[in-house]
Nanobody, 124 residues
């Protein structure tokens, strides 16, 4: 079983930066994907970044590519999302998620097994 707790959200002006962090506990194996999924009011969930725990493979949605960076500190059990050049359309609840399997479809929110409670990001 995996437990996830996000932190780092807040209010930021357009063009600013935020760093989200997800503290994980439980069994994170080297054959899993860890990702960030966001959901804005009235919109569907969107996978924005994912990382394969067994190597250096990452995935980004087109909407955040070049602005967001996902990284993992395996020793401390954290997953981070560095968000730069933030736009108002980045405003959403951001969730940390974990699932088994390779990175192939890791931007599909419905494939994740474990979820955190979310942290709110508002760009205004």
């Amino acid at each position: 079983h995996v437990q996830l707790v996000e932190s780092g959200g807040g209010l930021v002006q357009p063009g600013g930066s935020l760093r989200l962090s997800c503290a994980s506990s439980g069994s994170i194996y080297d054959t899993m994907c860890m990702g960030w999924v966001r959901q804005a009011p009235g919109k569907e969930r969107e996978g924005v970044a994912a990382l394969y725990t067994g190597g250096s493979n990452t995935r980004y949605s087109e909407s955040v590519k070049g602005r967001f960076t996902i990284s993992r500190d395996k020793l401390n059990g954290t997953l981070d999302l560095q968000m730069n050049s933030l736009k108002p359309e980045d405003s959403a609840m951001y969730y940390c998620a974990v699932r088994r399997g390779y990175i192939g479809d890791s931007l599909t929110p419905g494939t994740y097994n474990y979820w955190g409670q979310g942290t709110q990001v508002t760009v205004s």
